[in-house]
DNA sequence: TTGAAAGCGCTAACAG
DNA sequence: CTGTTAGCGCTTTCAA
C-alpha cells in the first residue's frame, strides 16, 4: 500500500493498460527484492523456500495487498480451484444443506464453488459438465438422474464424486437408508399396520430404488404387505395423484420418496376429509425444512445432508491432491435416522399397539 | 474429432504435457487454414470477419469440438465470464426462487454463477466480495447486510448490482412493500384491528426498514395503532421471543418481519394455546416454501423474488456490455401483492367486519 | 478483412 | 534454495 500502489511501476508490462489496479507477484517480487519465482513458491510451494524469504515475501505481500489473479493461476497449471456442484432441483429445501455443508468445506480450502441447477434434466445435467471442463478442477452430482453409462463416461474425463448414488469406479458420499427404513417399517408394525404403500420418485433416481428396496426387505422380514405405486413428481404437485391412489390401494400406511411429496399427500388428505393419521399414517424421506410445521408433523427418515456434502467435498478435494485422482476410489456412508412425529399412528383397526397405547 | 485429436498435434505446445486433451484455437485454426487471430474474431468478434471465413472456422471449431479455456479467455481480456452472487442465508427458502431467476438468465447470456453464502455476517460479506474480485465480472448483492458506506467503497472497484437495497449510486432490484403493506393494513382494519404490532427483522436490513416505515404510514392513515418490537433473528428460532412480546404488547394483529419468524411465532402461539386467527392475527413477509402448510396457513405479502433475482442479472450483465458501467445506474422496482390466508381474522370482540361476516 | 506478434500473470522445468 | 526462462491459450494492437 505505500510504495508499489497499483500501477505506479513503469515495469515489464509497460505502457498497456493492466487490468484494474491489482498488484501482481512482478510488484512483491520487486518490493521483496527476490524473484518473481520466488514469490509464487512462497504460496504454492512452501515448502522449497527457505522460511526466512518465505516471510518476508509473506509479509511484503500483506502489506501490498496482493490477491493472485485466479485465471493466471489456472493457465499453466490448469488448476481453478473451483468446484462445480450440480443439483437435480435447487428449489427444493433438501439440498439446501447439502449446499450450506458442500460450500462450507470448499471455501475452507480455498475452493470457489459454482453451483447449477439442472431441473431435474439429465441432458441438461450432462452439458453442463461438459461445459464447465475447463472452468472447475472437478464435479460434485448430486442426486445424479444420469445413467451409470453416462456416469462413467463423464468420470473418464473429469473428477467427479457421487451424493446417494453408487456407480462402479465412482466415489461418493452416500446416506445410507437401510437401518432406517427397518426402523420405520418395525415402528409401523408395532402400530399394527399390516400393508404399506411406497410412493416412488423419479425413476432414473437411485435413492428411490434403494429405499424401496429397503422397504421391500424390511416388509418381507416383519411378514407385512408392500406395494409400490408411481412413479410420481417428487414435488408438492405430485401429492394428489400419489394419495389417491395410495388411499385406494387398501393400505394403512403409506411411505412417500421424500417429504415434499409426502406434504402434498398430506394435503390431499386433509382436502378429501382422511384424517391423518387416524385413517391413515403417512410418512416420508427427507427431514425437509417445513416437515415439523406442516399439519400434521410428518413422521420422515433423516439424512445428515450437511454432513453427506462435506464429505463428497472432502472426497473431491482428496482425489485432487493425492496423485490426481489416480487413486481406488473409495466411498462413505452416512447412516440416517428416524423421526417419530405425529403423522403415524395406530392402524385404524389394529387391535395390536405399541404400550405405550 | 476426425484428424486433430487432442494432443495429435506436434505443434508448437512441443512436448510439454497440454492438460488433459481438448482442443486450443491453434487447432482450430491450422485445420482451418487460417491464423488464430481469425478464429478468436470468429468468436468474440464476429462482425470484423469476413461471413464466409468466419462461417467456415465455426463449422471447423464445431467438428473439432472446440472449447475455449475461460482462464485463457479471462487472461488477456480480464473478463470471466462469471456472477457472483451474495446471499445472507442459503438454508432460507426466500432465496431459493432468487436464486433460480438469477441462475437461469446468467446461464442464458453464456456466464456462469458462483453462489456464495455470507451467513448473515457484513464482514464475510465484504471479505468474499474482495476474495472474488478478479475471479469475477460483477456481484449481485442480496439482501445486503454491509453498510451503505461500505458498499459504495465496494462499488467503487467492481461491479455490483444490489437487490432489495437502496445505496445511492448503486442499480439496484427492488420488491416493492408499499402497497402491498398498505393492502394488508386496510384487510386487518377490516377485520376490526386496532392496534398492530410489528416484529422487528435485523437491523441491518434494508427492508426491515422499509416494512417499517411502510406499516407505520398505513396504520396512521387508518389511525391504528403500531408498535414496533425487536429486533428478532429472521428464523424460525426467534418465534418465541417475538410471539411473547408481541401477545404482551396487547396488540390484536401482528406482522412478522418475514415468514420465517411469523411461523415460529404461530408454533409459539400453538404451545402456549393462543388461537390462530381467534385470538390472535397473525401475518408475515415473503411468501416461503411452507408458508400455504403451516398451520394456520399464513398470510403474507409475496414478492415476484424470482423477477427480481433475473433483474438484477439483467442490470448485471447490462452494465458489464454498455461501456463498462460508466451509465447512469438505474433501478427496477418490482410490486408485491399480498395473500390472504387462514391466519388473520376478525379481531378478537371487534364488532365491525367486513361484509362477508 | 486478415495475419504476425506481443503479452495477460502466473507456474514449472532447469540451472546454478 | 533461488533465479532464469519458457510458455499456458487466448485477445488485441498493429500492419499489411
Redesign the interface.
Given at each position: 500500500m505505500t510504495e508499489v500502489g497499483a500501477g505506479s511501476s513503469p515495469g515489464p508490462a509497460g505502457r498497456r493498460r493492466r487490468?484494474?489496479?491489482?498488484v501482481t507477484i512482478h510488484d512483491v517480487a520487486r518490493a521483496a527484492g527476490v524473484a518473481a519465482s520466488t514469490v509464487s513458491r512462497s504460496f504454492g510451494r512452501p515448502e522449497r523456500v527457505n522460511i526466512r524469504t518465505r516471510e518476508h515475501v509473506r509479509a511484503v505481500a500483506e502489506q501490498l495487498n496482493y490477491?493472485p489473479?485466479?485465471?493466471?493461476r489456472?493457465?499453466p497449471s490448469?488448476r481453478?480451484y473451483t468446484l462445480g456442484l450440480l443439483v437435480p432441483d435447487?428449489?427444493n429445501?433438501f439440498f439446501?444443506?447439502l449446499?450450506?455443508g458442500a460450500?462450507r468445506q470448499a471455501?475452507a480450502a480455498g475452493y470457489?464453488?459454482?453451483?447449477?441447477?439442472t431441473e431435474e434434466s439429465p441432458s441438461r445435467e450432462a452439458r453442463t459438465v461438459?461445459?464447465?471442463?475447463?472452468?472447475v478442477d472437478g464435479f460434485v452430482l448430486a442426486s445424479s438422474r444420469l445413467s451409470a453409462d453416462r456416469i462413467r463416461q463423464l468420470a473418464a474425463?473429469n473428477i467427479l464424486v457421487l451424493i446417494n448414488r453408487r456407480v462402479a469406479g465412482v466415489p461418493c458420499a452416500v446416506a445410507d437408508n437401510t437401518d432406517s427404513t427397518r426402523q420405520l417399517v418395525e415402528h409401523l408394525a408395532s402400530l399394527g399396520h399390516r400393508r404399506l404403500a411406497y410412493l416412488g420418485g423419479p425413476r432414473p433416481s437411485w435413492s428411490n430404488a434403494q429405499r424401496w428396496e429397503a422397504l421391500r426387505e424390511a416388509a418381507q422380514e416383519k411378514e407385512l404387505t408392500a406395494v409400490r405405486l408411481g412413479p410420481y413428481p417428487p414435488f408438492?404437485a405430485g401429492g394428489p395423484a400419489a394419495a389417491d391412489a395410495a388411499i385406494g390401494s387398501g393400505a394403512t400406511a403409506v411411505i412417500a420418496f421424500n417429504a415434499l411429496l409426502a406434504?402434498g399427500v398430506?394435503?390431499r388428505c386433509a382436502d378429501r376429509g382422511i384424517r391423518v393419521p387416524e385413517d391413515i399414517s403417512i410418512a416420508g424421506y427427507d427431514d425437509i425444512?417445513?416437515a415439523d410445521?406442516?399439519?400434521p408433523p410428518l413422521t420422515t427418515v433423516a439424512s445428515p445432508i450437511q454432513d453427506v456434502g462435506r464429505a463428497a467435498v472432502d472426497l473431491l478435494l482428496g482425489r485432487l491432491t493425492t496423485h490426481q485422482g489416480r487413486r481406488e476410489p473409495h466411498g462413505v456412508t452416512l447412516p440416517c435416522y428416524l423421526r417419530i412425529r405425529d403423522s403415524t399412528g395406530r392402524a385404524p383397526g389394529g387391535e395390536r399397539g405399541d404400550p405405550a397405547g
Open positions: 487490468p484494474p489496479s491489482d490477491r489473479n485466479p485465471a493466471a489456472a493457465l490448469g481453478t435447487i428449489t429445501p439446501f444443506d449446499i450450506r460450500e471455501s470457489t464453488l459454482v453451483l447449477s441447477d461438459e461445459q464447465l471442463h475447463r472452468a474425463d408438492m406434504i398430506l394435503r425444512f417445513g410445521f406442516c399439519s
